[in-house]
């Protein structure tokens, strides 16, 4: 943990005896009330406790909607209208369970986008950053697996788009594609039996999300937080206290993006979700468009850009898995896109790029947009796998300051002794 | 403060700009059919279905509808609820009693015998199964249940994708909500005399809100033109009322807690918009000694 003085005194007998024992709130005041933050960090710095917020929330929600939901093929969907109708208040549950998802990836997307500009995943950040993308992955399993309990039509057909996916293995080791598919739906077909085991692993994997989360704050805490300017703490007056100062910044950010939150939960539930939802689950009748989630579209952009079905699999799941090596593959030895004058501009393309692929996302398969989608499917990998190793060595980057103190004030600390005092 | 301002200020700029593009969009003549939207009571932040216009829709629904669509999770009961067309109670436990028989509990032989239907009953739809609704439809088709159609259908965008930020930004600040109410709307009342050069292939019916071919296995609803249905609160009795009013049934039978959401949903906004002006300057005191 990175060191730093406590101001912990417990405050009672009762605390003193506890200490001695079992120094908890000690730590837990070290780490969340003591633990030095950056001055300069910015709102995006907020989305970890959003991040943490919404994971909460999540698990909250969905605890109570899974006392009133029935995991069988014939009941799923009459089970969610009942939800929807019947339950006290079970339609407010269900706006922020199915909304809530929505924003946990609009703040998890903010927050890899934080990382990759203001270079989070540097050294010696390279673990916090890899739990990250574990637990990016592990959230894009628990959406998934939860959008297919409603048991709609998108939820039946997403789900036998997503694990056909594997039955491309086929095209390496003919018939173990086949059995790994027929594995996944436990038959030979999408079915109830499918349906169960994904409620079953979607009420899982949110608690291994939790672990990873809470390992994810521990490598955070050890390392520091990263911050705009990309330098790391070098003397007390570059950081205050967590408590009250980080801490009030993300309850005000919170309560701005929970605003937010609460227009689509109360007054448009439906409008980042699909219509075709709203009828029941049939075997028989294929949507027209096949569509996943918002936040699955630039993947699924990527997926249907490759012609060859194996090689699109490959190629989606490398776009996630890539992330992993970002650490590695920018060469800079500046941090901060604020200091990288070639980066920014191509960090802003990549950003475009992926928006474009969600857009494209939601088209069908066909020209012009396949086309496109093609076009922007290289962009990335260009991006990931040539941009950034060559800009990090041709770049040369601005003058860094020589603290964040400096950064904030213009001057050295040496003058500013009292702001430095006020912190404390 | 400052930041508030120009923000806002853009997204006015952002909006008029949106609203000015869309119309404009509309004069293209886009292959697919445009689908207009409709004023309803039960838009926006403070909208609420207008009862008596439910209360018509259900009669239309009943007349009309009900012959070949069930509306299978709605209760009688829901039918009494506020927030719906809070028809009497005594009424519709009457109605259900007197109109509709539903199976009862096995008898001490196992025979299963019908009782009069009551306010805990699901509203018994026309057919006995699929099987049979098909069966009795001249194309074979399923004529859907309707308790989720509105929630069931939309519009699919046309618009180029250099406008698809800015209708996103139009409805989301708007709250829109009714594109399915708009496309049934719409799909009602869009069966017309096909283009000289269509063939309509038999048993279908041509219309021109569904999507092309136009093609659709349900026949115009409302054939026997103004006056089919009686309405006895002075409202015209004509096909855009009825086509209107059974909408806004239906639209209340996919979402029967939305009074009950916005009212929540209005006292929650304001509840946290007070907590975030409260947390935002207690956030600028405690960084005051900071900057």
């Known amino acids: 943990m990175a060191s730093h003085e406590s101001s912990f005194r417990p405050a009672s007998r009762a605390g003193k005896w506890l200490d001695e024992r079992l120094p908890l709130p000690r730590v837990m005041h070290g780490q969340f009330v003591d633990f030095p933050t950056p001055r300069n960090i910015n709102y995006l710095w907020t989305t970890g406790g959003l991040l943490t917020f919404f994971l909460g929330l999540q698990i909250a929600t969905g605890v109570v909607l899974a006392m009133h939901y029935i995991p069988s093929a014939g009941e799923a969907f009459s089970s969610v209208e009942a939800i929807r109708r019947d339950v006290n208040y079970g339609w407010l549950l269900r706006n922020i369970h199915m909304v809530g998802a929505s924003f946990f990836f609009l703040a998890a997307y903010i927050h890899i986008g934080r990382g990759l500009y203001y270079g989070s995943y540097k050294g010696p950040r390279e673990v916090l950053w890899i739990i990250g993308v574990v637990i990016f992955l592990l959230m894009m399993a628990t959406a998934f697996m939860g959008y297919s309990l409603p048991w709609g039509q998108m939820s039946f057909w997403a789900v036998t788009v997503i694990t056909n996916l594997f039955s491309s293995i086929d095209a390496v080791i003919p018939g173990l594609g086949t059995r790994i598919v027929q594995w996944l739906w436990g038959g030979f077909s999408v079915s109830g039996t499918t349906l169960t085991r994904f409620y079953a692993l979607h009420y899982l994997l949110p608690f291994v999300i939790a672990a990873a989360v809470g390992l994810h704050i521990w490598a955070l805490h050890v390392v520091g937080q990263n911050n705009p300017t990309g330098i790391e703490i070098k003397q007390p007056s570059d950081s205050v206290p967590m408590a009250p100062y980080a801490i009030f910044k993300d309850i005000f950010a919170l309560s701005v993006f929970v605003l937010l939150f609460a227009w689509f939960v109360f007054y448009l539930p439906d409008y980042l979700g699909h219509s075709d939802n709203y009828i029941e689950a049939n075997p028989l009748s294929t949507p027209p468009h096949i569509v996943p989630e918002w936040y699955f579209l630039p993947y699924y952009a990527i997926l249907r850009a490759i012609p060859d079905k194996l090689l699109g699999v490959i190629a989606m799941f490398s776009s996630i898995l890539l992330l992993i090596f970002v650490p590695w593959l920018d060469t800079s030895r500046v941090r901060s896109a604020k200091y990288r004058p070639v980066y920014k501009w191509f960090f802003w393309m990549f950003v475009i790029s992926v928006i474009a692929l969600g857009y494209l996302g939601s088209k069908p398969p066909e020209p012009p947009y396949v086309g496109w989608a093609r076009f922007f499917t290289a962009y990335y990998f260009l991006h990931l796998l040539v941009i950034l190793p060559i800009v990090g060595v041709i770049e040369s980057p601005r003058p860094l300051p020589r603290s964040i103190t400096e950064a904030v004030l213009g001057k050295e600390p040496a003058t500013q002794v009292a702001s430095a005092g006020g912190g404390k | ?291």
């Open chain 2, 1 to 291: 403060m400052i930041g508030l301002k120009t923000t806002t200020a853009a997204a006015a700029v952002l909006l008029a700009a949106s609203l000015g593009a869309s119309a404009s969009a509309q004069e293209g003549g886009h292959a697919a059919p445009r689908i207009e939207r409709q004023n309803w009571t039960f838009s926006g932040m403070v909208g609420r279905f207008d009862a008596g216009q439910l209360q018509r829709g259900f009669r239309v629904y009943s007349e009309i509808c009900s012959r070949c669509h069930s509306v299978s999770r709605l209760s009688f009961r829901n039918l009494v609820q506020p927030g719906g067309p809070e028809f009497p109670e005594a009424g519709v436990k009457s109605l259900a009693a007197d109109k509709y028989k539903v199976d009862a509990e096995p008898n001490e032989q196992g025979k299963i015998l019908k009782r009069p239907a009551v306010l805990a009953d699901r509203i018994p739809g026309p057919y006995k199964n699929d099987q049979e609704a098909r069966a009795s439809q001249p194309g074979g088709a399923l004529p859907p249940d309707l308790s989720l159609i509105t929630r069931a259908r939309s519009i699919e965008s046309q618009a180029p994708f250099y406008m698809v930020p800015l209708n996103m930004m139009r409805d989301i600040l708007a709250g829109y909500q009714e594109a399915g109410a708009d496309y049934l709307y719409a799909y009602l009342t869009g069966f017309k005399e096909p283009p000289k050069d269509v063939k309509v292939p038999d048993g279908m019916n041509y219309n021109e809100a569904f999507p092309a071919p136009h093609f659709t296995g349900m026949p115009n609803p409302f054939a026997g033109g103004n006056d089919a249905v009686k309405y006895d609160d002075g409202t015209p009795q004509t096909v855009d009322n009825y086509a209107r009013d059974v909408t806004a049934f239906l639209a209340w039978a996919s979402d029967p807690t939305l009074a009950e959401r916005k009212r929540l949903g209005v006292l929650v906004m304001v509840y946290l918009l007070i907590t975030a002006l409260l947390l935002y300057f207690a956030k600028r005191r405690i960084w005051s000694n900071m900057h």
